[in-house]
């Protein structure tokens, strides 16, 4: 081998070890894997939800999924587009139980079940909260394509916010990747896309 394909041979395994440390990507990368259809979308997660059950995304099979990252301190686009969410299952009446909306929470530490009981139920009674530790988040928001962060925001562990990338993932009823809906996506407009997805065949 060469002196330079040696090199090269280092330079990719450092920058393999790095980005397999570096689970974390910048939201713009994330954003571009999204825009393009870089890499998959979505996957198995385990965690707990709002009523302190354990939940796989096994247990949705069957129903479409809507899934959003967000956290409950989030002062603005979390609660407008879970708003939205509920307004969508409002529309779509009876046929709401055939689809699943799930919070997943990008802030562990402070969104335990007991506190998501107390938030997702003011969207929706169909929302469900999940929660678990952060490194079983870190892997839900990677599959997902989201990119999470916290920022301090003063002085102390209790002053952060989380930075966090806000699309609502719409996933089929085997818990495949269909597309997402940009945050500040209206209820109606979500309807439309939802609808005539109801109506395919079950396979
Ligand atoms: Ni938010």
């Known amino acids: 081998?060469?002196?330079?394909?040696?090199?090269?041979?280092?330079?990719?395994?450092?920058?393999?070890?790095?980005?397999?440390?570096?689970?974390?990507?910048?939201?713009?990368?994330?954003?571009?894997?999204?825009?393009?259809?870089r890499e998959p979308v979505g996957g198995p997660f385990a965690l707990t939800d709002h009523t302190g059950k354990a939940r796989t995304d096994r247990d949705f099979r069957g129903e479409l999924m809507l899934v959003y990252f967000g956290f409950t301190y989030c002062p603005d686009v979390?609660?407008?587009?879970?708003?939205?969410?509920?307004?969508?299952?409002?529309?779509?009446?009876?046929?709401?139980?055939?689809?699943?909306p799930l919070f997943i929470t990008v802030d562990p530490e402070r969104d335990t079940a007991e506190h998501l009981a107390d938030y997702v139920t003011l969207f929706h009674p169909r929302l469900i909260g999940l929660t678990g530790g952060l490194d079983a988040i870190r892997e839900a928001a990677d599959a997902y394509k989201v990119y999470f962060a916290k920022v301090a925001t003063g002085k102390g562990d209790a002053n952060y916010t989380v930075d966090h990338t806000a699309y609502i993932?719409?996933?089929?009823?085997?818990?495949?990747?269909?597309?997402?809906?940009?945050?500040?996506?209206?209820?109606?407009?979500?309807?439309?896309?939802?609808?005539?997805?109801?109506?395919?065949?079950q396979r």
């Not at 280092?10 to 070890?17: E, I, Q, R, V, Y």
């Not at 996933?171 to 997805?197: H, N, V």
């Open 1 to 37: 081998m060469s002196r330079a394909g040696r090199w090269f041979g280092l330079w990719l395994a450092l920058t393999s070890a790095w980005a397999g440390h570096a689970a974390a990507r910048s939201a713009a990368e994330t954003m571009d894997i999204l825009m393009w259809n």
């Open 78 to 100: 979390c609660p407008t587009d879970l708003m939205a969410i509920g307004q969508t299952l409002d529309l779509l009446g009876a046929d709401a139980e055939k689809v699943q």
């Open 169 to 201: 993932y719409l996933m089929d009823r085997d818990g495949k990747y269909l597309g997402f809906f940009p945050p500040g996506t209206s209820a109606e407009r979500m309807l439309e896309i939802i609808r005539p997805r109801l109506a395919a065949p």
